[in-house]
């Protein structure tokens, strides 16, 4: 396990459901901000951290982070991490142009292995629930039931049937009762579905927790060690990115509901 960073470098970091807030402490002491909204990054480059991670962000039910405030903030010579949610998303989509991904979630939408935003989608409580997740995201059904196959409790037909049966599903309705329960009214009664069930009580894990994790234990490491990056003159002004920047300070924090 890699040791805490040191104090001195200052990184904020937007976390929802994907970690809980006193897990993710203990592996990075930083400033911790609620999923972002379209904004949210512009507004913490501009008071200058030492990086930035987005983990969790806010696209279904208000405005997503554009991805031109991430290369804003890359311009200023401050770095910024995604992985796990919508961070693992937009470093993919950024990825050449200097944003830094990290994980398998990350790994897999650049790779093409996954594209659709719905497969890290959640639903989630308010603030107050501290963020608690109501459904599972498509990408952890995935690897989680992958596991499942690789361990032999499930065989291929099955895990291919499991996933069309979840992807099927909006997002907000994915769970594994659902789809054990879907998957029965289909196979019927088979020992594998039983099977499944009881691995699951004790197997079940979220990749997206893993890689969040491991990214709060690696980037406090990477940014005291690394220097800033070069400011970027060139970053191109345009009458909607300042119309963006003007009105983005303005945002109201509201309830976030979706991810």
């Not at 001195?8 to 976390?15: E, K, P, S, T």
């Not at 208000?62 to 961070?87: D, F, N, Y």
């Not at 699951?200 to 406090?220: N, T, Y």
């Amino acid at each position: 396990m890699l040791a805490p960073p040191i104090a001195m470098c200052r990184v904020i970091v937007f976390l929802g459901p994907t970690l809980g807030l006193a897990a993710a402490q203990k592996k990075l002491a930083a400033d911790y901000r609620p999923p972002a909204i379209r904004g949210d990054i512009y507004r913490a480059g501009t008071e200058r951290p030492d990086a930035i991670l987005l983990i969790d962000g806010i696209f279904a039910s208000r405005p997503a982070v554009m991805h031109k405030e991430i290369l804003w903030v890359l311009s200023q010579g401050i770095p910024v991490w995604g992985t796990s949610s919508l961070g693992a998303l937009r470093a993919a989509e950024l990825n050449d142009d200097g944003m830094q991904g990290w994980g398998r979630v990350f790994t897999d939408y650049r790779d093409g292995h996954i594209e659709d935003d719905d497969e890290v989608a959640v639903q989630h409580g308010p603030a107050e629930l501290s963020w608690m997740p109501t459904s599972v995201a498509m990408i952890d059904i995935r690897y989680c039931l992958g596991r499942a196959c690789a361990e032999g409790i499930i065989d291929g037909l099955t895990l291919d049937l499991a996933l069309t049966t979840a992807k099927r599903l909006y997002f907000p309705e994915r769970n594994y009762r659902r789809i054990l329960n879907e998957l029965g009214a289909s196979l019927g009664p088979v020992p594998q579905i039983a099977a499944l069930r009881r691995w699951l009580l004790v197997h079940v894990f979220s990749q997206k927790a893993v890689d969040a994790a491991s990214a709060l234990g690696a980037i406090g490491q990477v940014i005291s060690m690394a220097p800033r990056g070069t400011f970027d003159a060139d970053f191109p002004t345009t009458m909607y990115w300042r119309y963006h920047a003007r009105h983005a300070v303005s945002v109201p924090t509201e309830r976030r509901d979706s991810l």
